[in-house]
């Protein structure tokens, strides 16, 4: 079920690439990512939120101390998932594209890799010996309190999990 017109966007593209596979068999699979981070990241408040925080710590590190916003209260949980690992799935995936063609599946950092805001500031904090201050909007609607992906099926099909631990 979609909850946002972004969601049903990407529903629409992932049901194309599995009926590709299915009726011109053609070699396609569906990635369904959950957050992800990494070096040189482009980070926007909504997309790329690790990156858009870890911005936040450097500019305050660089005495740029303006207070930001959060939606909700910084209780809610992702798993992340490190560009480095998203590469080496890309690359296994393709070396057993003949395996998996015509199937979606779930990718993330798993339970190991989960975080809430509240602790990736303590963590942007402890690192940078900063003091992250925000203030609060109300939750998004679309949000949800906790996501992180179960990736069983990708590591059963090809022997991939990831291996960038969050907290590096």
Known sequence: DFHSPYGCSKGAADQYMLDYARIFGLNTVVFRHSSMYG?????????GWVGWFCQKAVEIKNGINKPFTISGNGKQVRDVLHAEDMISLYFTALANVSKIRGNAFNIGGTIVNS?????????????????MRFTNLPVRESDQRVFVADIKKITNAIDWSPKVSAKD
Do not use: H, M, P
């Open 39 to 47: 070096g040189r990241q482009f980070a926007t408040y909504d997309q």
């Open 115 to 131: 975080l809430s805001l509240l602790e990736l500031f303590k963590l942007l904090e402890d690192y940078c010996n900063i003091d």
